[in-house]
């Protein structure tokens, strides 16, 4: 997998600013890339010896952790020094190239106001921490939290040193100016904000992030900077929360699983499974117009099963069609649209994150969220077939043949090793081999053989790129969530949640109604939240409340993880749409304009969903 600079082009580096930078590539990069190796090795000796030798090391998922908030800080780093946060710079690149420069500076002045002033309440946390030990290991504590002071001390120097590349003194002063006017101006409305109650909601984390999106504020950083505004302004509460919900964010095993699976996804593109699956879809229906499009589709289904991150499934499908899809014509903005709906289609297929994360902590049976996931799948992908068949009526299909009867047996018997991959990583979380987290590891291990063997591909020079970028990705992507759960429980502490479940309980029209004002809501809260930290927050409020309305707990998980799936991937400010963006190399302002039909068949889909509770309980 590659990763993508969304940002504008910087001038040539300084020999003084190269250095720095160099360095900080060395102190990072290396480091990241040996802990994406020990993870999956400390996860195969856990799986190992619980399924083989019926002997559970304690200590496995715990020393895992602790390396895994290390490796999310020290992605987020990689990320910030590549250039690869996700951010939108639709407006920004509409300026004149002089307005451009100064808003890239004042950008980056705001990403280090906010790693500047959370650095001393991480240290604050990481002290707290210094008289606490791990319950199973027994070690202090300090050796976890150390990797907030260390991520966020190597983002702030990372940032100084992007000022120092790309900035003027001028463009500089000029920045900081305004920042610190706008800082003295909320600093003079503080005793004003404590009048404005749930307005404060409003400015905060719809004006300030808004605004930082727009003007091209890392998502992340528009996340932070406005909960510690929210904090600071109007509450006493101490600011060293942030960090606190932001390292229990980022350090949930659970999400343990997306670098792995961002990791498993590049691997079978590496070993070519991702192309054996392909190469047989391609076979069968490559020469109708829009068949490429159609295999996106159904390979995106496919490595659902093999990858519980949607950037995974993404990274593993994207870069084997797209190349060929634009030599027929089509639009690079049409297939980010396609991509970044097929991710959000597929957030019901097992083994979804999301699904995992509602069943536990909903009490939901996770085998019964297994099986009712599969068909909402399916009408959201025969949804977009609708669009794709529109969009494609004329492609051009000069020099496509059809591949004969022998062709595609050839193809399907090629592809078999590769296609009992979804079947073996399903089977390992049913039957209880491994969890949600251990199972990328079952993936690796299988990939790592059928690859050389079977197809003769691993290509050892690639392995050290692909572990760094799945670093850079998975610190990206971790940073957001980290942040997101620190957003969420200022959210929580200012009474919203509580709020909204009782609007949600008073709403007319009985079960039908509940339902549809709780899809509203979750594509609201999917699109700001994200899906973990939005479930983690309201699942435990609102499932209760289907249950006692009769709503079926399945069901109504279907929806609420379709509708935040349909909230992750739009813009502007849905991540999984820039996600989809970085995965295949195209700049979000090219492609926000081409999502919408596809957005447009999933709300569709989404109303089939609600109003047939059978395509979500049919099978169980």
């Known amino acids: 997998m590659q990763t993508i600079e969304l940002s504008t082009p910087l001038p040539a580096e300084r020999p003084g600013v190269a250095m720095l930078s160099n360095l900080i590539a060395k102190l990072t990069e290396i480091p990241a890339a040996i802990l994406v190796v020990t993870e999956i090795l400390i996860l195969i000796i856990g799986t190992s010896a619980r399924y083989f030798f019926h002997h559970p090391l304690t200590w496995t998922d715990e020393l895992a952790s ?32 002089d307005k451009r420069a100064w808003m890239e500076v004042f950008t980056m002045v705001l990403a280090t106001t906010f790693l500047l002033f959370v650095l001393w309440p991480a240290y604050e946390h990481f002290d707290e921490g210094l008289i606490v030990s791990t319950p199973t290991m027994e070690i202090n504590e300090g050796w976890r939290l150390g990797a907030v002071v260390v991520g966020v001390v190597m983002m702030l120097v990372t940032a100084i040193d992007k000022l120092f590349e790309r900035a003027t003194l001028r463009q500089f002063a000029s920045a900081l100016a305004l920042v610190a006017l706008i800082g003295a101006v909320m600093w003079w409305c503080k005793p004003y904000f404590g009048a ?19 003007m091209g504020v890392p998502i992340a950083f528009a996340f932070g900077l406005a909960t510690l505004c929210f904090l600071s302004f109007t509450t006493s509460i101490p600011l060293s929360i942030v960090p606190n919900r932001m390292t229990e964010g980022m350090s949930s095993l659970i999400l343990l699983a997306v670098p792995l699976f961002v990791f498993l996804g590049s691997l079978i593109e590496m070993a070519g499974l991702s192309r054996a699956m392909i190469n047989f879809l391609l076979a069968l229906i490559g020469h109708v117009r829009g068949g490429l499009q159609y295999v996106l589709l159904g390979a995106i289904y496919l490595v659902s099963g093999i990858s519980g991150a949607k950037v995974a499934d993404m990274a593993a499908v994207a870069p084997a069609l797209f190349p060929e899809m634009k030599k027929r014509g089509n639009d690079e903005g049409d297939l980010i649209g396609l991509l970044s709906a097929s991710g959000a289609m597929s957030e019901t297929i097992p083994p979804s994150l999301v699904l995992i994360a509602i069943g536990s902590v909903t009490g939901v049976s996770i085998a019964s969220l297994f099986t009712g996931g599969l068909l909402p799948a399916v009408v959201g992908m025969l949804c977009m077939c609708v669009v794709v068949y529109f969009q494609t009526r004329n492609e051009n299909m000069d020099g496509v043949t059809r591949a004969s009867g022998a062709q595609i047996g050839k193809a399907f018997l090629i592809a078999v090793p590769a296609l009992a991959l ?32 079977v197809y003769g591909r691993f290509d050892l020079k690639r392995l050290y790129p692909v572990l760094l970028d799945t670093a850079c990705l998975s610190g990206a992507i971790l940073l957001i969530i980290g942040c997101a759960t620190a957003m969420s429980w200022a959210l929580t502490q200012s009474g919203f949640s509580q709020q909204l479940v009782q609007i949600m309980t008073a709403v007319p029209g009985g079960k039908l109604g509940f339902i549809a004002i709780s899809a509203i809501a979750f594509v609201i809260l999917g699109s700001v939240l994200e899906g973990i930290p939005a479930i983690v927050l309201f699942g435990p409020l609102l499932f209760p409340v289907a249950r006692i309305i009769g709503v079926n ?42 999502v919408w039909p596809h957005l447009g068949a999933l709300f569709v889909a989404l109303l089939l969903l609600i109003l047939f509770p059978w395509l979500s309980i049919g099978f169980l």
């Open 196 to 214: 404005l109650g749930h307005i404060n909601l409003l400015i905060f984390f719809v004006g300030i992030v808004l605004s930082c999106v727009v």
């Open 66 to 97: 602790i390396l895994f908030l290390w490796l999310a800080m020290l992605g987020s780093v990689i990320a910030l020094r590549r250039g690869s946060h996700m951010r939108l710079t639709t407006f920004v690149n509409k300026m004149s190239p």
């Open 422 to 453: 979804p079947f073996v990583i399903r089977t390992a979380v049913v039957e209880g081999v491994a969890t949600a987290t251990e199972v990328s590891t079952i993936g690796v291990v299988y990939t790592l053989i059928v690859g050389p063997l």
């Open 553 to 594: 707990e399945v069901h109504y998980a279907m929806v609420a993880i379709f509708s935040m799936g349909l909230g992750l991937f739009s813009p502007p400010f849905g991540v999984g749409f820039y996600a989809a963006c970085a995965v295949g190399k195209v700049s979000p302002d090219r492609a926000i304009g081409h």
